[in-house]
């Protein structure tokens, strides 16, 4: 696949908004967030605003956005329409959560019940949007049983060091245990990435004209015509292959800046004080952010191919 920019915002800032308020709804359940307005507003505007902006990237990939409110019809059987229902529902019980939080100034009780809604919701859509990928069968790169868990452990991962972000702004006593948490995904997202690699490079599963056809019992299966003849959407959207040399490189690059060199900066955050703290705290994010939209282009790039 030939990665759309609008395709990488969408599923980069939209897991990390997700994320974010999935993590707001537990800790404050668990009693460890203060309902300060201010961090409420902070943090509800940093989520929502990565979330629509996610959404309303993932329109400029339509070939007629003024088209898209139909595909909220299909969710009987499509994976992209229960993605969009999700999301817009998703937004119900998180606006009830921030009202609470912002105008209340509360976060336990009913308010709490409402922040476990909000982040079950932002996980079904995390777990939605992974699938419309998970469940295209035709290409053997996304047909993973490493894609689903990839997605729901990054957007975890790029919510926590967002909260860890702001836990350092506010001189918060969570941030010191959080920081453990941070370091447990950044060791479980290289982990899944890992393992998504191994099965992608093994194509004992790939398909090809013989099983495609049914006839490859029959003796080799060979086409007689390319199955296009000049350029057309599929190729452009579908066509692209990454060089493995390059792929590789890339792979190192979503290692390094994605999952280890942020490792050093979130254990540090939690023992330097104030502005050291938070320095450190905003290169693991920086780190972070870029190891993933290189991780998501990547994941689009070798879409085509049958193995690593």
Not at 26 to 49: C, Q, S
Not at 212 to 230: F, I, M, N
Not at 252 to 271: C, K, M, S
Not at 282 to 302: K, P, S, Y
Request: aromatic share 10%; with cysteine; charged share 10%.
């Amino acid at each position: 696949m030939h990665p759309a920019k609008s395709v990488i915002l969408f599923t980069t800032a939209s897991g990390a908004g997700y994320g974010l308020i999935a993590w707001l709804g537990v800790l404050a359940a668990l009693g460890l967030l203060p309902a300060e307005r201010w961090f409420g507003v902070v943090a509800f505007g940093l989520g929502l605003g990565l979330v629509a902006l996610g959404l309303l990237s993932s329109t400029l990939h339509l070939g007629h956005p003024e088209r898209a409110w139909r595909a909220f019809s299909q969710w009987r059987s499509s994976w992209l329409s229960r993605e969009g229902v999700a999301a817009v529902l998703t937004f119900l019980p998180v606006g009830i959560f921030a009202l609470f939080w912002v105008v209340g100034q509360t976060n336990s009780g009913a308010a709490a019940a409402v922040g476990l809604l909000a982040s079950f919701c932002c996980l079904v859509t995390v777990v939605c949007t992974a699938m419309i990928y998970a469940s295209l069968r035709p290409v053997r790169a996304w047909a993973s049983p490493w894609t689903l868990p990839g997605y729901v452990v990054l957007a975890a991962l790029t919510g926590a060091v967002l909260v860890n972000l702001l836990l350092q702004l506010w001189g918060l006593p969570l941030a010191v245990p959080f920081a453990w948490i941070v370091l447990l995904l950044l060791a479980l997202g290289a982990g899944v990435k890992l393992l998504y690699w191994r099965d992608i490079a093994d194509d004992s599963g790939a398909s090809t004209a013989g099983t495609a056809t049914g006839l490859g019992a029959l003796g080799e299966v060979r086409l007689l015509e390319a199955p296009h003849s000049e350029s057309n959407y599929l190729l452009r959207e579908m066509g692209f292959k990454v060089a493995r040399k390059h792929a590789a490189k890339l792979r190192r690059i979503v290692l390094a800046a994605g999952f280890a060199a942020p490792a050093l900066p979130v254990a540090l955050g939690g023992l330097l004080p104030g502005a050291l703290g938070i320095a450190a705290a905003l290169c693991a994010t920086l780190l972070v952010g870029l190891g993933i939209a290189v991780e998501r282009w990547l994941f689009f790039a070798e879409a085509d191919q049958q193995g690593g």
